[in-house]
Structure formats: C-alpha cells, structure tokens
T-cell receptor, first 115, second 116 residues
C-alpha cells in the first residue's frame, strides 16, 4: 500500500518563474492538504482540497493555487516565485474533510529553492 | 485564531533516560484533537501520538505518553527509555473539526538530541 507520494523531490527555480508540485494521496484517502515548511520552522497550512474543491485556505497569497483531480491526486502551483517561497512543501492526505480525528499521513515533501 | 507554542527549541537526553517535551495551545473550542509528530532528517512527518480533547485519559503509545491538561491548555510528550532513533524534530499540532474541513496548526518544534 503506497503512502503519500510527492514529486519532484527537489527543484530549483528562478525568481518570477512558476512551479507545479504534485501529490498522490494514500490509497483510500480523498482529502489532500498542502503545507509550507520554511527552514527551522513548523509547517504552515496553505489549503485543503476535497471533492475537487478548495475547502479551506491559510494565509497565503493568490499566487498559490491548487487543483484536485477526480482520482484525488493534487497539484500545488506557485506563480511569480519569490526568494521567500524557498521551502519544503508537504502534502498530507486523509479521509473525509472535517473529520478532525482521522489520521493524517504526510509525504516526504518537495524541496523548492528559488534563486 | 488557534496557536500552538513549544517553548523548548532544543532538548537533549541520555540514551535510556526519560525526557519531556512541552506544548501549550490557545483555543476557544471545546472539541479538538492534539498530536505529536516526529520529523527525522528525512523530513517526513511521522505521527507519534494523538489525543482527543473529550477524553480525560492520557494517550499512550509504547514508550511515548502524553500529559494532557485541558484546563491549562497544556499537552506535553514524555519519551521513556530514549533511543538513538528518537533523535528528531518534534512538532506539537492542533486540529479542530469544522464543516468546511480541517487543518493542522503546528508549533515551532523542539529539536531532540539523544546522547549515547
């Protein structure tokens, strides 16, 4: 049973460029969340997708957008990259948005470096 | 807004000894969930233990246990018989159920070093 998988694992982009990160949830999971973790800090919630809709959003600008596909996989897009967007981007999956106690599983993350 | 505070940026423990990591949180909710996650150098978040706020009994998972004080909004993690493999960053996290979904709010983390 594959867990949460993310791609790519590492990437380097230039300021102003756009990036797409991908996530496949754990089998049986229908809810995907994205978190940004800057070096030395705790993860910060970006947004959550359920039934192909954005259900909740954290305090991130519109440059951050996402999508969920019918197979529950998800993409995170960041436009007009800034140096401050350099971070580890974590994808998390679970069953049923709103069920606060369901276990959340994390992927290994995508390291984004903006130069 | 909910906040989670971990006041110990770094902790160290001798192998086989016990260590306690502190966490406090702020919320106006009465029903919520609390978690401790471990993040080793591989950076993957691994769930260590979870606590439902409506349960008075403290959660235990093998060598890991919590001291949940709801009135004080405190949620500490005790690691007994520490092992070298326990060395990692530990994050306390809070989650509340909402109709629109749910999110984890993390603390800033505590870096745990285990000395042989």
């Amino acid at each position: 049973d594959a867990g949460v998988t993310q791609s790519p694992t590492h990437l380097i982009k230039t300021r102003g460029q756009q990036v797409t990160l991908r996530c496949s949830p754990k089998s049986g999971h229908d809810t995907v969340s994205w978190y940004q973790q800057a070096l030395g800090q705790g993860p910060q919630f970006i947004f959550q997708y359920y039934e192909e809709e954005e259900r909740q959003r954290g305090n991130f600008p519109d440059r951050f957008s996402g999508h969920q596909f019918p197979n529950y996989s998800s993409e995170l897009n960041v436009n007009a990259l800034l140096l401050g967007d350099s971070a580890l981007y974590l994808c998390a999956s679970s069953r049923l948005a709103g069920a606060g106690g369901n276990t959340i599983y994390f992927g290994e993350g995508s390291w984004l470096t903006v130069v | 807004a909910q906040t989670v505070t971990q006041s110990q940026p770094e902790m160290s423990v001798q192998e086989a000894e016990t260590v306690t990591l502190s966490c406090t949180y702020d919320t106006s909710e009465s029903d919520y969930y609390l978690f401790w996650y471990k993040q080793p150098p591989s950076r993957q978040m691994i769930l260590v233990i979870r606590q439902e706020a409506y349960k008075q009994q403290n959660a235990t998972e093998n060598r890991f246990s919590v001291n949940f004080q709801k009135a004080a909004k405190s949620f500490s993690l005790k690691i007994s018989d520490s092992q070298l493999g326990d060395a990692a960053m530990y994050f306390c996290a809070y989650r509340v159920q909402e109709t629109s979904g749910s999110r984890l709010t993390f603390g800033e983390g505590t870096q745990l070093t285990v000395n042989p």
